[in-house]
């Protein structure tokens, strides 16, 4: 049994389309941010960190949303969000994890032009590709997406200044996982901070 808790818009995110995507049934609970859901003594006892996503399998915790993905794309490899077989393209999506991660997630808290260039970078290393590892959708695209769509209007990009990522943004809304994901996380509502 998996239960994924997610605050709507967050982080989490990434991991509730990933379980569209995969096809897996899943309970859903929605935690706020805004009402500080996750400092609750109840989500406390089930993440001691106090973020989402958590993601319970059979009770027992996974943190993190690369860890998430990975364990989705590997634990239902028939959704193909992992190449498998080919190590160097396994390596270039844990490599764009990492980037995601590490650098375009803490991007916007030093500042709206330092995130500019980041995500500058971000389009220059996507390139006219329709997927991060080339032609393949993976965990990776998932990953940037939801990051771009949280942070697309403080950005508020000029026609041109993200090609490439504003069409991989386009595809990605065009995906079933996508839509279900924000039709479900819409009627809940966002409430996440600025």
Do not use: C
């Not at 009402?35 to 958590?54: C, M, R, S, W, Y």
């Not at 997406?145 to 504003?166: A, V, Y």
């Not at 995906?175 to 039709?183: D, F, H, S, Y």
Request: glycine share 8%.
């Amino acid at each position: 049994m998996l239960t994924l808790y997610f605050a709507p818009g967050a982080s989490s995110m990434a991991a509730h389309i990933a379980l569209h995507e995969v096809g897996a049934a899943f309970e859903g609970k929605p935690v706020s941010l805004a009402t500080k859901d996750t400092h609750t003594p109840q989500f406390l006892a089930i993440n001691p960190e106090g973020k989402v996503p958590t993601l319970l399998i059979d009770g027992r915790r996974l943190t993190e949303v690369a860890g998430i993905l990975f364990y989705l794309a590997r634990r239902f490899p028939e959704a193909g969000l992992l190449p498998a077989g080919n190590v160097e393209a396994e390596a270039q999506v844990v490599s764009w994890m990492s980037f995601i991660a590490s650098t375009i997630h803490p991007a916007r808290r030093q500042g709206i032009e330092h995130a500019r260039s980041v995500y500058k970078l971000a389009d220059q290393r996507l390139g006219r590709n329709d997927w991060a590892v080339g032609g393949r959708f993976s965990i990776a695209d998932i990953h940037l997406f939801r990051l771009f769509w949280r942070f697309r209007g403080s950005l508020d990009p000029e026609p041109g200044d993200f090609p490439n990522i504003e069409a991989h943004y386009a595809r990605m809304m065009e995906r079933p996982a996508v839509k279900k994901t924000i039709e479900i996380e819409s009627k809940i509502g966002y409430a996440l901070p600025a």
